[in-house]
C-alpha cells in the first residue's frame, strides 16, 4: 500500500537521526523530573515569631499545630520562636 | 452556598460542581470535601471552620472531615501532575510534527510526493501513522516515567492514561503538521508556540479557571489540551472509568480528524497543476 511506503519512509529518517530521536525521549522527562523536584518538597512551615508578653499557653499551642519552631531568647526583652534568619 | 439533600450533594461533588458539603451528624459537624484540589481544600476548610468560631457563644466541637477524593496528604503536585503530563506530550509533539513536516517542504520532498501519483490524503494519513509511531513511544515513556518512576498520585487504571495520552499525541500530531503549512521555516514554527501551545496551557486547568469571567473561561472549548488534561485528572486524581473520560475521547477524535481534514486542505497550496 502506498501509504505504508511513506511510514516506512519516516521510520528510515528517524532511525538516521539518533540524536533527535534521543532528545525526544530524555528532554520531556528531564522536565517532568525538574518539576518534580520543585513541587513534591516537603510541606511549608511558617516562621513566627512571639514576643515577650504572649502566655506559654498559646506559644505550645502554636508549636503543637505542626510547624517548626523552637524558642531563642534574645538578650532583650524580646523573644523569638522560630528558625533564626540572620 | 447551596441547601441539598445528600443524594444531590455526592451527584455534585462527583459532577465536581460544589467543592465541599456540610451536614450535621447529631450535632457534630460533618464536612465532605470534593478532594482533589488541595487549595480549593484549604478554603473550604477555613471558610467553614471561621464561620464556627465567629458564632457567640462558640460551639465546641470537632469538624469532621471526609475525602470524597484524594486525602489530607495530596500535594499539589498531584494535582497539577496529570495536567502538565499532558502540557508536556503536546507540546513536544506539537513541535517535532510542526518541524518535521515543514522540513518535507522545504527540502523539496513533499513536492517530489506531490508528483507522484499520491492522493493528498494518503501523505497526510502516512505521515501520521508514521509519526504516530514514534511520538506514542514518547507519550507512553512519559506517563510511564511520571507515574512509576516520579511517583505520582494514581487512582485510575494505566490504561486509560495510554489512551488519552496516544489520542493528546495524535492531536498535537495533526495540529502542527496543519500549522506547518502556514509556516515559511523552522524559526516561524517555533514562533507559533506561543501563539498556540501557551494558551492552552494556560486554560488547560493548570490555573483554576473559576474566577474569571464567563465568556474569557468558554475560550478553553475550543482547545484540545483541556479535553486531555481534564480526561488525564479524571483518571489519575479521582480514578474514573470509561463512562467519565468517554466525552473527552471523542473530543479528541474530533480534533484530531478535523485537523487532519484541515491539512488535506491546506496541501493543495502545495499541489502544481
Known amino acids: 500500500m502506498r501509504v505504508m511506503a511513506i511510514v516506512v519512509r519516516i521510520i528510515h529518517q528517524f532511525f538516521r537521526d539518533k540524536r533527535t530521536l534521543a532528545l525526544m525521549i530524555v528532554a520531556p522527562m528531564f522536565v517532568l523530573l525538574l518539576m518534580d523536584f520543585v513541587f513534591n518538597g516537603e510541606e511549608y512551615t511558617p516562621v513566627i515569631a512571639v514576643s515577650d508578653n504572649v502566655p506559654d499557653a498559646v506559644v505550645d499551642k502554636l508549636k503543637g499545630s505542626g510547624s517548626e519552631r523552637e524558642r531563642a531568647v534574645g538578650k532583650t526583652s524580646a523573644k523569638t520562636t522560630g528558625r533564626s534568619r540572620d | ?273
Do not use: C
Open chain 2, 1 to 273: 452556598m447551596k441547601e441539598l439533600s445528600a443524594k444531590q450533594a455526592r451527584k455534585q461533588l462527583d459532577d465536581q460542581e460544589i467543592d465541599a458539603w456540610l451536614n450535621m451528624n447529631g450535632s457534630a459537624p460533618h464536612i465532605t470535601l470534593e478532594g482533589s484540589d488541595p487549595t480549593a481544600n484549604q478554603a473550604a476548610l477555613a471558610t467553614v471552620q471561621k464561620a464556627f468560631q465567629s458564632m457567640v457563644p462558640t460551639p465546641s466541637f470537632q469538624l469532621k472531615t471526609t475525602y470524597w477524593h484524594g486525602s489530607s496528604d495530596m500535594a499539589s503536585f498531584d494535582y497539577f501532575g496529570p495536567v502538565l503530563i499532558g502540557v508536556f506530550i503536546f507540546f513536544f509533539v506539537f513541535l517535532i510534527a510542526g518541524v518535521s513536516f515543514l522540513r518535507e517542504r522545504t527540502n523539496g520532498t513533499l513536492e517530489r510526493l506531490m508528483a507522484t501519483p499520491l492522493r493528498r490524503w494518503e501523505i497526510v494519513a502516512g505521515y501520521m501513522i508514521g509519526f504516530g509511531l514514534f511520538t506514542t513511544v514518547q507519550a507512553s515513556l512519559i506517563s510511564w516515567f511520571a507515574i512509576d518512576v516520579l511517583d505520582m498520585m494514581m487512582e485510575g487504571s494505566f490504561g486509560y492514561v495510554l489512551i488519552i495520552t496516544f489520542l493528546l499525541a495524535m492531536t498535537a500530531l495533526a495540529l502542527g503538521m496543519l500549522l506547518s503549512a502556514f509556516a515559511n521555516s523552522e524559526l516561524q514554527m517555533m514562533q507559533f508556540i506561543p501563539l498556540v501551545v501557551i494558551p492552552q496551557v494556560f486554560f488547560s486547568g493548570l490555573f483554576n479557571l473559576d474566577t474569571m469571567e464567563e465568556w474569557l473561561r468558554s475560550l478553553s472549548v475550543v482547545m484540545p489540551l483541556t479535553y486531555g488534561a481534564n480526561a488525564l485528572r479524571d483518571i489519575m486524581v479521582r480514578g474514573q472509568g470509561w463512562s467519565t473520560i468517554a466525552a473527552d475521547i471523542y473530543v479528541l477524535l474530533g480534533f484530531t480528524v478535523l485537523f487532519m481534514v484541515l491539512n488535506v486542505v491546506a496541501l493543495k497550496k502545495y499541489r502544481k497543476l
